[in-house]
């Protein structure tokens, strides 16, 4: 299996997919560990704090074990506040072209794998559409140039929605919005036309009120085109999203409530959300770099100018330094009305609209 930094080297230089990796399908186990040590300096121009903070962010490790068609294939992260899984599944390849996993898992939703290239990816991962993980199985299949995923998940990585030290964004309970994810089914089909990946995805489950007892749909889909031109990446992405408004869900304010890293926020039950993002690498290949990967990353998402609701935009601006497994992410994030960037959530108003903006440098050694 591929550690996070692989996929990371990956996509930063313009490989679309994962690929899988060649299993030699023997009786002997093979165990791999790996990790990641990070510190990160960020500034804000809405906090009171002129200096900014430069401090301890991380310490993961991976643990992959194969043995014969079977994988274990599993990530935890230490935070300062809380601690995380990140992954953790178990799995079976039938073939090189057939591969299941259950445990908590990727969902494949949107482009693979990450619809960003920057350190804090894009607004759709705010949204819980970019590096969520859930729990469930997922079976991939490659035909040709084609790539499918079909799976289920019953809920998300931790089932206690008022759990909110997490990695992934999901669906939080809040005074006032007492919800919790209920099972969702996912399907996505990635065709590879060239250097080039056209794709669309699908979701649709259940949401429950933890007070009320009563169940609500939501429904997700996108278009997405991942191309590579030369030394450019070219991402564009268009997602419709509704989470059912009720009062019985506590979701009849056109609100409902996400969270991870220890803090919830509300974000719009319903929006389309449109990505453009663009990055070129820069080939060095000296003693202090191997390359150099400079990006802009754009989302908008639009609310339809229901009550209690605005639009939110997310522009992240910056260049990762790479030299072996040495990752310098140098991020300008500006945002108007995002949670993120100093707004209140996502499509949320809650008075005067503002550009706020942040510098965040994260140096990280993946090992």
């Not at 278009?223 to 979701?251: C, K, M, R």
Request: charged share 20%.
């Amino acid at each position: 299996m591929f550690s996070k930094v692989t996929a990371v080297t990956l996509m930063l230089s313009g490989v679309l997919f994962i690929p899988t990796k060649t299993v030699a399908f023997s009786d002997e186990t093979n165990v791999e560990l790996g990790g990641a040590v990070r510190l990160n300096y960020g500034w804000k121009d809405y906090d009171d704090d002129s200096d900014g903070a430069f401090d301890f962010e991380l310490f993961a490790v991976d643990v992959d074990i194969t043995k014969g068609k079977w994988f274990v294939d599993s990530q935890f992260r230490f935070y300062q506040t809380f601690n995380a899984v990140h992954h953790a599944e178990v799995g079976y390849n039938f073939d090189e072209s057939n591969r299941l996993a259950v445990g908590v898992s990727q969902v494949p939703f949107g482009i693979s794998p990450y619809a960003s290239h920057g350190f804090w990816f894009g607004g759709t991962y705010y949204l819980g559409f970019e590096d969520d993980y859930d729990t469930g199985a997922k079976w991939t299949k490659t035909t040709g140039d084609w790539t499918f995923d079909t799976a289920y998940f019953f809920n998300s990585e931790y089932d206690d929605s008022a759990r909110y030290g997490r990695y992934s964004f999901d669906v939080a309970s809040i005074d006032g919005s007492d919800n919790k994810e209920d099972g969702h089914g996912n399907f996505r089909a990635q065709y590879q036309w060239g250097d080039h990946v056209i794709g669309a995805s699908v979701q649709a489950g259940k949401f429950r009120n933890r007070t009320t007892g009563k169940k609500g749909d939501h429904v997700a889909a996108a278009v997405h085109f991942d191309g590579n031109f030369d030394s450019w990446n070219l991402q564009l992405q268009h997602i419709y999203y509704d989470f059912e408004a009720a009062p019985e869900l506590q979701t009849q304010n056109n609100r409902i409530a996400m969270s991870a890293f220890d803090f919830p926020f509300e974000i719009a039950a319903e929006a389309n959300v449109t990505s453009f993002n663009l990055a070129k690498t820069f080939e060095v290949g000296n003693d202090f770099l191997d390359k150099v990967v400079c990006y802009n990353d754009f989302t908008y998402t639009a609310t339809q100018n229901k009550p209690g609701l605005t639009d939110s935009i997310q522009n992240v601006t910056g260049c990762t330094l790479i030299k072996d497994g040495l990752y310098t992410y140098v991020d300008w994030i500006a945002g108007k009305n995002m949670w993120f960037a100093g707004g209140p959530g996502i499509g949320i108003y809650e008075g005067p609209e503002k550009w706020r903006s942040r510098l965040n440098i994260n140096i990280g050694y993946y090992f």
